[in-house]
């Protein structure tokens, strides 16, 4: 029996050697592709992370399939396939070196993890309910995963293995 899952999680530390041009993000971006193009449609979503510890730098990348805009022939089989899309971008950068002015873009949030200051740009980021299990939420329980500015410093906080999450402090927000 085929079974294939509905998730993937493609994960990528930049200090490991690939031949892929570009590095280790651009062989994530191409295991996502693959993973939306070979599996028959059963994957609905792909996380990217991509963890560059020497920039201190943690970018994760929402993939799906969306329609294509190259139109083919109506004569070919299939005219208009699904083409694997990166959807959400965002970026997680501890001690960023250039400093944000207080009139900085809503879309970057710093946060502070006891001395440690961090730029987060791109957040929420938003898994849907229904692409990982292939049915409608059943509330209040059930819901899409919303990792927010919060959640994104936690995540990072542990990363780097910091204190407790009572130490945060969200500027912007």
Same mark, same amino acid.
């Given at each position: 029996m085929y079974r294939c899952?509905?998730?993937?999680?493609?994960t990528g530390d930049h200090q490991v050697p690939t031949?892929?041009?570009?590095?280790?993000?651009?062989?994530?971006?191409?295991?996502?592709?693959?993973?939306?193009?070979?599996?028959?449609?059963?994957?609905?979503?792909?996380?990217v992370i991509s963890v560059k510890k020497e920039e201190k730098k943690l970018v994760i990348e929402k993939w799906c399939l969306s329609p294509n805009?190259?139109?083919?022939? $109506?004569?070919? +089989? %299939?005219?208009?396939p699904p083409a694997p899309t990166m959807m959400h971008e965002l970026t997680v950068?501890?001690?960023?070196s250039i400093p944000q002015p207080d009139d900085r873009p809503p879309q970057i949030v710093n946060v502070q993890i006891g001395g440690t200051?961090?730029?987060?740009?791109?957040?929420?980021?938003t898994i849907e309910f229904d692409k990982i299990f292939l049915r409608p $939420?059943?509330? +209040? %329980?059930?819901h899409d995963l919303v990792f927010d500015t919060a959640a994104l410093a936690d995540i990072v906080d542990d990363f780097r293995g910091g204190g407790p999450a009572a130490d945060r402090e969200a500027v912007g927000d």
């Open positions: 899952y509905h998730l993937a999680l493609q031949t892929l041009p570009g590095g280790c993000l651009n062989r994530c971006r191409h295991d996502a592709r693959w993973w939306l193009e070979n599996s028959h449609g059963d994957v609905k979503i792909v996380i805009i190259r139109h083919r022939p $109506p004569t070919h +089989p %299939n005219p208009n950068v501890q001690n960023p200051s961090y730029n987060v740009t791109g957040a929420p980021l $939420p059943v509330p +209040p %329980n059930e």
